[in-house]
């Protein structure tokens, strides 16, 4: 893992204020609905920048605002919005990137239930296809006309494997096509998209960013021009704000992120790679072990510890007593907290070999051991 030394500053602690007197080291949360102004001219001139000023807390709010400017400056962006959820930052580009007769492109394996949004957008007439191929080639085939946005996730959802970002940004871009990456997996401190050519990341801050699964929120950095349509055009009329308690938590959870991620990452490849060895296991699917080296090194500075594997039985039956046989991962869903878990998407009549770690912060050995126990009883 190599954390940029300027990154990990900023998570830990708040740049300290002008001036000299003493100063707190975590800002205050403003539980306030709305800010009142000295005159009427004050406030029509806040609500005629209302994407920069503190007018109304749907809108901006300093605490939130405190979080943003991080998440800003870790993904290397001009400005952030900070969501009530993942889901609101995802689905606030959607509504702000297409209209009807458009056609979104995801590439690679999707987060669930953004497929399930863009599902629910063909009654709108906004199309998709899902490209798993992950070939730069394949990719440009599947860009039609009426494509507007290629939505990427890398690592992807549930399989964890790497695609070529900064190709599938260069191909977009000759169409004029705009991108977006699902950056949760790796947060800003792992993965820069914009860096690679993205032009909108989205996080759910759900789960690493917040780190101790105690809250729900989301965010999209971007340009500034954007940030700007985003905000009067999705985020002030949708109304999916972040809230002020929120962002005081998020904040919080950041300041141990990239103590957090270096433990996830040793203990997550430990775990990974006695998965690996172990006859029950068919497959493991972790970008360490099934990604393209040199594009690994040139994407990812480091790796996260969500990641899967496949067991040598898809029998619903097996797969769910193999869990249940699991005493210190929590079954559920979710992932990026300080508790281990474990999740697949196998269902009664939808077989699936798929099971899903989180490795938490309770040590490798005990993981292992635990593991190790439950797939020898089996
Ligand atoms: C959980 C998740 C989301 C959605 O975030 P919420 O905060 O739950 O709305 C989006 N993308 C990925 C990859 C996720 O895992």
Redesign the pocket.
């Known amino acids: 893992m190599w954390l940029d030394p300027d990154d990990v500053a900023a998570c830990v602690a708040d740049p300290i204020p002008p001036g000299g007197g003493p100063a707190p080291t975590s800002p205050p949360v403003y539980q306030t609905s709305l800010f009142s102004f000295a005159d009427f001219g004050s406030l029509v001139a806040g609500l005629e920048s209302e994407h920069e000023q503190t007018v109304y807390s749907r809108g901006r709010n300093p605490t939130v605002r405190a979080v943003e400017d991080r998440l800003a400056y870790l993904e290397r962006g001009d400005g952030a919005l900070c969501f009530g959820?993942?889901?609101?930052a995802?689905a606030a580009v959607f509504y702000g990137t297409l209209k009807a007769g458009d056609h979104v492109l995801f590439v690679n394996q999707t987060?669930g239930?953004?497929l399930q949004l863009a599902r629910y957008l063909e009654r709108f007439d906004v199309r998709h296809d899902v490209c798993l191929d992950l070939d730069p080639e394949a990719v440009r085939r599947a860009i039609r006309p009426e494509t507007k946005l290629v939505w990427m996730?890398s690592p992807g959802?549930m399989t964890f494997r790497v695609l070529d970002v900064p190709a599938v940004c260069e191909i977009a871009a000759k169409r004029g096509v705009t991108t977006c990456l699902?950056n949760?997996?790796a947060t800003p401190l792992l993965q820069k998209p914009l860096e690679l050519g993205v032009d909108i990341a989205v996080h759910?801050a759900?789960?690493y960013l917040g780190g101790h699964s105690d809250l729900?929120?989301?965010a999209v950095v971007t340009s500034a021009g954007r940030i700007e349509r985003l905000f009067y055009d999705t985020y002030l009329l949708s109304g999916a704000t972040c809230a002020p308690w929120t962002a005081w938590l998020l904040l919080r959870g950041m300041r141990t992120l990239p103590a957090r991620l270096a433990q996830h990452e040793r203990d997550g490849l430990l775990v990974a790679e006695f998965l690996a060895a172990h006859p029950r296991i068919a497959a493991v699917h972790h970008p360490a072990l099934n990604g393209d080296p040199s594009l690994v090194e040139r994407q990812l500075r480091g790796f996260s510890g969500t990641f899967g594997f496949s067991l040598d039985t898809d029998e619903f039956s097996r797969v769910a007593g193999f869990i249940d046989r699991l005493e210190r991962f929590r079954i559920g869903v979710?992932?990026g907290g300080v508790e281990s878990l474990v999740l697949s998407p196998a269902r009664p009549g939808s077989p699936s070999p798929l099971v899903r770690l989180s490795i938490g912060l309770e040590g490798a050995d005990l993981l292992i051991a635990d593991l190790d126990r439950a797939l020898s009883a089996s």
């Open positions: 959820s993942g889901m609101g995802i987060y239930p953004t996730e959802s699902d949760s997996w759910t759900t789960k729900v929120a989301g979710s992932w």
